[in-house]
């Protein structure tokens, strides 16, 4: 595997979810179920627990995953600049820190856990909070609160098999309409955004090389 140097990513593509606890009692309510999973779920990132944490989000999220994981493999660079920016940071992150070979024996759910293994998400859950958490049938959403402040962020959960689960695509969705965001107001464009963002990670330039498919 090859060396990555971790440094913390940008609060925008992190993971960022703690829920405020309520007690109750006998048979825990969807909010307190909610907020007891990303409990959980934080837990696991920071304790680098890929296994748990991949047990804790959505089948989405873990589809999300096995597309990431294809692109990186076989996506050329008109087909990677065409995706919006942190689609395009997340693959090529992939090939900074993946051989070929240990892409195609690894699926989307291994994949992700071995992202958080990694200590790639560092320590980006401890300053954010969530409240206002709406229940909908098997849908739920929590808005985000920065060390206290109310942001614009929203973030959304499922229930799947009768238990609650973290929809990391959902995030992935915000992080890149952030990114775009982003972009334009720094007049870069999206490739550029997603360039620079990789440089801030690894320390590296991206390389001609970078763009290419892996296989």
């Known amino acids: 595997m090859k060396t990555m140097i971790h440094r913390p990513v940008p609060l925008a593509l992190m993971l960022a979810i703690v829920l405020t606890a309520g007690s109750c009692s006998g048979e825990p309510k969807p909010?307190?179920?909610?907020?007891?999973?990303?409990?959980?779920?934080?837990?696991a990132i920071g304790n680098r627990d890929?296994?748990?944490?991949?047990?804790?989000?959505?089948?989405?999220s873990l589809q999300l995953y096995e597309e990431y994981r294809e692109l990186a493999l076989h996506a050329d660079e008109e087909t990677l600049q065409k995706r919006p920016?942190?689609?395009?940071?997340?693959?090529?992150?992939?090939r900074h820190r993946f051989t070929a070979e240990q892409l195609e024996q690894t699926t989307g759910p291994q994949l992700l856990a071995s992202v958080i293994e990694s200590g790639f998400y560092g320590n980006s859950l401890?300053?954010?909070?969530?409240?206002?958490?709406?229940?909908?049938?098997?849908?739920?959403?929590?808005?985000?609160?920065?060390?206290?402040?109310?942001?614009?962020?929203?973030?959304?959960?499922?229930?799947?098999?009768?238990?609650w689960k973290f929809d990391l695509a959902a995030m992935a969705k915000k992080s890149n309409q952030d990114l775009t965001t982003l972009a334009s107001q720094e007049e870069r464009t999206p490739t550029e955004q997603a360039t620079h963002m990789y440089s801030d990670i690894t320390g590296e330039a991206v390389s001609p090389e970078m763009w290419q498919p892996m296989l």
Do not use: C
Not at 50 to 60: D, H, I, P
Not at 129 to 157: C, E, N, W
């Open 31 to 43: 909010a307190q179920q909610i907020q007891n999973v990303f409990r959980e779920f934080r837990t």
């Open 126 to 163: 401890e300053s954010i909070q969530l409240g206002g958490i709406a229940v909908k049938d098997d849908m739920a959403h929590a808005s985000a609160y920065i060390d206290g402040a109310p942001s614009t962020s929203r973030y959304l959960f499922w229930r799947e098999d009768g238990d």
């Open 50 to 60: 890929g296994f748990a944490a991949v047990g804790l989000v959505t089948a989405k």
């Open 85 to 94: 920016p942190a689609d395009q940071l997340q693959i090529l992150l992939l």
